[in-house]
């Protein structure tokens, strides 16, 4: 190894005649045989200053090694020694060098380390505190202590813990890893360790606000109607306790339809910059996790004080507007301040039983809210078919809904469908926001906006040849207006296969938050501000207090200034992500005996990658992955295309995003909380002809 190493450090310094290598190597090998030694270490730094240098991310495997990724898509293979020194996402500069006759990548300099808070398990080795982080890609210990002011000795085995890195070898002289404990999270054997694990993952808080003594209302300059003796109704799910929406419909007598929309009022109690305003805009939203919710208001605010409980006196703010027998929305939009009491509290399921079925067991309406019932349902009716010739409808999906145990075990998962009075409720808010973007872009050309662009500008091109394959009936430049962009969306509604728009979306922009005024491509409306969940999510406060401005004519409480969309955006990815990472946890543990019972699912494709395909499980709701190689055994006959959405065995194309097909679960991984999954359909190698094949031969 030593001569190996002298050959190598002198070819690279200029010597190459054999009888100067081998001198060289008689003079230096006791000092190569120690590590240490300063001329070695200048040898050293000589040679990987003539040897190239790339910058990118480590990408670790299961197997010890990994690779460097530079930006312009090169790939270098990192061995394992050199693997120790780094971790998976670490952003480095690495010197390439031919080591056995491959070119391997040699981290140097570290530029961003990718873990630095992070969550894992206590591991003790030899009885020292370790922790691995709770990660895919990374499952070494890390050599840990525990920060001042935590007792050491209440760690055990397992127990989830919050640790930050703070050596790292590439910065502190090849010493190894360690990291310090901050915080226990919860004991290794916690049945509710999904959810407290999740939440100190995204650093979400784990309880509602803290409650006040008391709550006054603030005068405000608002004069309120009282609607108390309006007929309102709220429908909502039958467990739901923060109702912010009630509704008045009238049908009248020329078809159309004068409907109010009434939203619970939160900023009557809370005022701009206080405590419980600060507090509320740092959590952006209520956090909705399977099994539980923590509120963004106290309890007290949400679920009484504001809630639009049946036969309670509550504060509102109305719209209020006509909308013609066709679905289109007038100008005579107003908006007002008002007292209102629910009339009646109905439930979703029920509503949609006495509709659909003509009747509900649960549901005895008399005859003032049968009324509202029906002119509502005929609202939504006119509604819907407007949007979907004007604007854009999506198509309908279920919601899944985790069934718990009193000590949290998952019992079961239950598919919710849209129903009838799920879509009454969201042609209403819907309406109600398209008001609320028209009045607060015409009247102070600012507001929390609900943004949508389109296409990505710089996807459009690859968009459009996927467009011309099928002879789509569009244009380039008619795609970069909102109604093309409507258009097109409304005709991908009309084909028998979801693949093209799967595929398209691959090219659309992000939808957005913003303080000005914009479209919404993706529903095809040119402004839309939420407001109608103010219990629920600060930005919908803030559109509060500007509808109120216009309302009473004086200057706003508050403008969102030029941080908010990017706040919002934020809190709503997060909270995105630590819903699906319980939601996770939760299915390896309903799931935990399907590959021995050999369950079959039927999958949906929603992403194919180069190593295989990523499915929804439409059953339950569950996301698994299915590998190539578990496709079919011989790489060399499968090409799963990311580009084309595509995969083709021995050249046939025989899956595409949006196909449905029949699977089985391969392999749980209860540690990472991932589901492996294949198909139920088998492809056998193609047979050899064996005469054909002896003549190739002969050829060959």
């Known amino acids: 190894m030593t001569q190996t190493f002298a050959k190598y450090t002198f070819h690279n310094l200029g010597f190459s005649a054999p009888n100067t290598y081998s001198v060289w190597v008689n003079i230096l090998r006791p000092s190569i045989m120690f590590q240490d030694n300063p001329l070695l270490a200048q040898l050293k730094k000589q040679i990987q200053e003539t040897l190239p240098k790339k910058e990118g991310n480590v990408k670790a495997t299961d197997r010890g090694f990994g690779f460097l990724e530079t930006d312009n898509k090169e790939s270098f293979f990192i061995p394992p020694n050199y693997m120790k020194n780094v971790m998976h996402g670490d952003r480095v500069i690495a010197v390439i060098r031919t080591e056995k006759e491959r070119e391997v990548a040699e981290p140097q300099e570290l530029i961003e380390q990718n873990l630095t808070r992070f969550i894992g398990r206590v591991k003790m080795i030899h009885n020292r505190l370790n922790v691995v982080p709770d990660h895919p890609q990374l499952k070494d210990a890390i050599k840990a202590r525990a920060f001042k002011g935590l007792n050491p000795e209440?760690?055990?085995?397992?127990?989830?813990?919050?640790?930050?890195?703070?050596s790292h070898p590439l910065t502190n002289a090849n010493k190894p890893f360690t990291c310090v404990i901050n915080e226990k999270i919860t004991d290794s054997n916690d049945k509710i360790a999904p959810w407290w694990v999740t939440l100190a993952r995204y650093e979400l808080p784990n309880a509602e606000p803290a409650p006040q003594d008391s709550w006054n209302m603030l005068d405000e300059g608002l004069e309120r109607q009282d609607l108390t003796d309006i007929p309102f109704i709220t429908i909502d799910g039958e467990s739901t306790k923060d109702m912010d929406d009630a509704i008045h419909t009238v049908k009248k007598d020329d078809g159309n339809f004068?409907?109010?929309?009434?939203?619970?009022?939160?900023?009557?109690?809370?005022?701009?910059?206080?405590?419980?305003?600060d507090e509320a805009r740092k959590r952006g939203f209520t956090v909705y996790l399977p099994g539980r919710n923590i509120?963004?208001?106290?309890?007290?605010?949400?679920d009484e004080l504001c809630s639009l409980i049946e036969n309670e006196k509550r504060p509102v703010i109305c719209c209020r507007v006509t909308v013609d027998s066709e679905g289109d929305i007038q100008d005579d939009i107003t908006f007002f301040a008002a007292w209102i009491k629910s009339q009646a509290r109905l439930a979703y399921d029920n509503v949609s039983d006495l509709i659909e079925k003509g009747q509900s067991e649960k549901l005895m309406a008399n005859d003032v809210i049968a009324e509202q019932i029906d002119a509502l349902h005929q609202f939504a009716n006119v509604r819907s078919k407007w949007r979907s010739n004007n604007a854009v409808v999506f198509p309908?999906?279920?919601?899944?809904?985790?069934?718990?145990?009193?000590?949290?075990?998952?019992?079961?998962?239950?598919?919710?469908p849209?129903?009838?009075?799920?879509?009454?409720?969201?042609?209403?808010m819907i309406t109600a926001n398209i008001c609320a973007g028209r009045v607060l872009r015409d009247k102070f050309g600012t507001g929390v906006f609900n943004i949508h662009n389109g296409f990505h500008p710089e996807k459009l091109d690859t968009a459009m040849e996927f467009l011309q394959k099928v002879e789509a009936p569009f244009e380039k430049e008619e795609l970069k207006t909102l109604e093309g962009f409507s258009a097109l969306r409304r005709w991908l509604n009309t084909l028998d296969s979801t693949y093209l728009d799967n595929r398209l979306r691959k090219f659309q922009a992000y939808s957005e938050v913003g303080n000005q005024p914009a479209p919404h491509y993706a529903m095809g409306l040119d402004a839309y501000a939420t407001w109608t969940s103010p219990i629920r999510k600060y930005g919908d406060m803030i559109n509060h207090r500007l509808l109120k401005a216009v309302i009473t004519g004086n200057e706003p409480s508050q403008k969102p200034d030029d941080t908010v969309g990017?706040?919002?955006?934020?809190?709503?990815?997060?909270?995105?992500m630590a819903e699906r990472g319980v939601a996770d946890w939760l299915?390896?543990?309903?799931?935990k005996n399907a590959v021995k019972e050999e369950t079959v699912f039927t999958a949906e494709i929603f992403d194919i990658n180069r190593a295989g395909i990523r499915i929804r499980l439409l059953e339950i709701g569950a996301s698994a992955f299915i590998p190539g190689s578990l496709i079919v055994d011989n790489k060399q006959r499968i090409v799963c295309s990311g580009d084309l959405g595509t995969v083709s065995i021995d050249t046939v194309q025989e899956y595409q995003l949006g196909d449905t097909f029949e699977v089985k679960l391969a392999e749980i991984r209860t540690a990472t909380r991932q589901l492996v999954a294949k198909p139920v359909q088998q492809f056998p190698a193609p047979e050899v002809d064996s005469d054909a094949a002896e003549k190739e031969e002969e050829k060959a």
Not at 154 to 166: F, K, S, T, Y
Not at 418 to 428: K, W
Not at 566 to 576: G, P, S, Y
């Open 154 to 166: 209440e760690l055990r085995e397992g127990d989830w813990v919050v640790a930050n890195l703070n």
């Open 258 to 277: 004068e409907i109010t929309i009434a939203i619970a009022d939160p900023t009557s109690y809370i005022s701009v910059g206080d405590k419980m305003d």
């Open 295 to 302: 509120p963004m208001l106290p309890r007290e605010l949400s």
């Open 396 to 416: 309908d999906r279920p919601d899944y809904r985790f069934e718990l145990s009193d000590d949290n075990d998952v019992i079961a998962i239950h598919t919710d």
């Open 418 to 428: 849209r129903r009838t009075s799920n879509r009454m409720i969201e042609e209403a």
């Open 566 to 576: 990017e706040e919002i955006a934020l809190h709503r990815r997060t909270h995105r």
């Open 587 to 591: 299915y390896i543990r309903l799931l």
